[in-house]
């Protein structure tokens, strides 16, 4: 049997029950807001959306435009100079450090002056946990790129990133060459 409410306004709404001998509840929030079901042609925006969660919690992008020295075998620190936007004050020193827990995409390149093999390693609390590297071949400029989704648990752990290269090199400074971002895709 549908149950119909009309507005003051002249519009309404009725719910109806399906024909089934089970009993059914609808809970609604003890707060004002809209409801939005499979049905409708509304549009979910960020307000809509609770804090910290995907599409509202932590993102950072940050680049360089200062060159970082990667001394022969060694792994070195790739600073990151310049913000791009940092949505919650997380990113600092060239290192993220999210205050919420949740899964995190982050992105980051590295690019070298020169033909050799070199590295860039996404490090978490301060041990390596994804790389990538490039094989130098007749290209006078190589590029690495790394790339992960990544749990932080949004007070003790952050993530840097790393370069590692055969012979000592540059890195090439600029907001398209070396960089570094991320994003909370689903909180924890």
């Known amino acids: 049997m549908p149950v119909k409410l009309s507005s003051t306004g002249g519009g309404s709404v009725t719910l109806t029950t399906p024909s089934t001998a089970t009993d059914y509840t609808a809970t609604f ?28 919690g932590p993102a950072f992008g940050a ?3 200062l060159a970082t020295s990667l001394t022969a075998a060694t792994n070195v620190k790739v600073l990151f100079q310049v913000e791009e936007f940092d949505t919650n004050s997380n990113f600092s020193s060239s290192r993220f450090t999210p205050t919420v827990a949740g899964y995190y995409q982050l ?36 590029i690495c790129v790394v790339s992960s989704i990544i749990y932080l648990n949004g007070s003790t752990d952050y993530v840097e ?12 400074a600029s907001q398209e060459r070396t960089f570094f971002n991320g994003a909370l895709v689903r909180a924890a």
């Open 107 to 142: 992105n980051a390149a590295l690019q070298i002056d020169g033909n050799q093999v070199f590295s860039i390693a996404l490090y978490k609390n301060g041990s390596i946990f994804k790389y990538g590297n490039y094989t130098g071949t007749t290209a006078s400029f190589g």
């Open 161 to 172: 990133i790393y370069g590692n290269a055969a012979v000592t090199v540059n890195s090439l």
């Open 29 to 56: 929030p003890a707060n004002t807001g809209n409801v939005v079901t499979t049905g409708s042609s509304a549009v979910v925006t960020q307000a809509m959306l609770g804090t910290n969660v995907a599409g509202n």
């Open 63 to 65: 680049y360089q435009n």
